[in-house]
């Protein structure tokens, strides 16, 4: 078996430079592509899924030279080619519903594929979506992979937003670029975080978006990026969390590369960490979290789903119920998130009830690791780096199946955790 031995420790103590945002780097890669001047995007961390990105925008044939942690894009995406595309998002959902969207660019035929979870998640949210703009898609059980072929024939269209936000990104990214003009009516849009973060770097590349209420959004067609563009990636409020929650439940850790004031809507980890009893403050551009009394907590996790794996951890420190909201944000991630954290809470003895959108978390206080337990990543990333945090404070080494799910967004996560 593929395992990741964690050792225990007693107590954290220590510095991390934490790696870039994905979600923001991606976006960048889209947008570069869409820019016929060059485009430098430094500070990149090279997860799988920022590598999707690159490959397909390459695949649409942008050239560019990159490094492990920069990329110079001499040319954009081509538009005059006639063959038939095909781009594979591996396992990104972000990828693969946002450059779904760049079909409505091209009339020839379009296909999206990508590997692993992605595979099994639903793009309902982009069918229907595209086959408002008259494309047609073909797909089994709403699933990639989608080939989509003919002309915008509309574009005033109405898409629903419940169960993610990727494919508005998508669109928004693509609507300039269209020769008409777009508007797009959202239902009951979640993570909303995400998308002020689209409007702002689009704003940051010249491109203009309005919106009412997160409702109606207009975008005016025929926009183009106007500038040789620099953009550094900042860093990843998600992927700090886990170090976040590391210190609150186990010594003290200072994280450096986040910004403030941040539009990522994992920086509320604070507030939650905060209400847990966890002293956070601020010295200059250094996060510092300390650890205090483990208390329980209510948190609200529906606009930033992406904080369960972490907040489970804290709440199973915590001695006491702690309550979550959101957890119908959970289906459709790399793992059905709350049923993951079901069952490998249980290996600890921490129970969860799953009452529809909440989740009761029945902390312990301090679980105890028995020896020689093995969690399953579900090869979900956040499960995997969430479950390494039960090593705080006890005796025995734990380890992780299916360890390597952590490249997808945090590649150096063991090596830095092995440091603090
Ligand atoms: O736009 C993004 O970068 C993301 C949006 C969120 O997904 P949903 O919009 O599907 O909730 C989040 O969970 C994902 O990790 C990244
Ligand atoms: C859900 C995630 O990403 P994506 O949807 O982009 O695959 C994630 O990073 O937790």
Known sequence: MNT?????????DGEIAVPSSKSYAQRAIALAGLNKNSTRIKHLTSSSDVIAAKAVIEELGAKFVSSENEIILSKGIDFNQNNE???????SGLSTRLFSAFSLLFPQNFQVYGSGSIQQRTMEMVISGLEEFGKKVSSKNSKLPLDISGEIQNQMVEIDGSISS??????????????????IKVHNLKSIPYVDMTIELMESFGLKVAHNNYENFYIKGNQSIANQIEYTVEGDWSAASFHIVAAAIGGKMELTGLMQNSLQGDRA?????KTAGANVFWKEDRLN??????LPFTFDATECPDLFPPLVVLAAFANGKSTMKGVRRLEHKESNRGITLQKELAKVGVVI???????????????????????SSYNDHRIAMAMSLFSIGNKN????????????????FYNDFLTI
């Open 4 to 12: 990741q031995r964690i050792q225990p420790k007693s107590k954290v």
């Open 85 to 91: 595309l095909s781009i594979n998002c591996h396992e």
């Open 166 to 183: 990727q494919f508005l990104t998508g669109l928004l990214i693509t609507s300039p670029f269209l020769v008409q003009d777009t508007h």
């Open 269 to 273: 980890i604070l507030d939650a960490v």
């Open 289 to 294: 979290i300390e650890q205090n009394e483990i």
């Open 353 to 375: 009830d799953l009452n529809d959108d909440e989740m009761i978390i029945h902390g312990k206080g301090r679980p105890e690791i028995q020896e020689e337990l093995v969690f």
């Open 397 to 412: 080494d734990l380890y992780i199946e299916n360890p390597l799910a952590i490249e997808k967004s945090y590649p150096d």
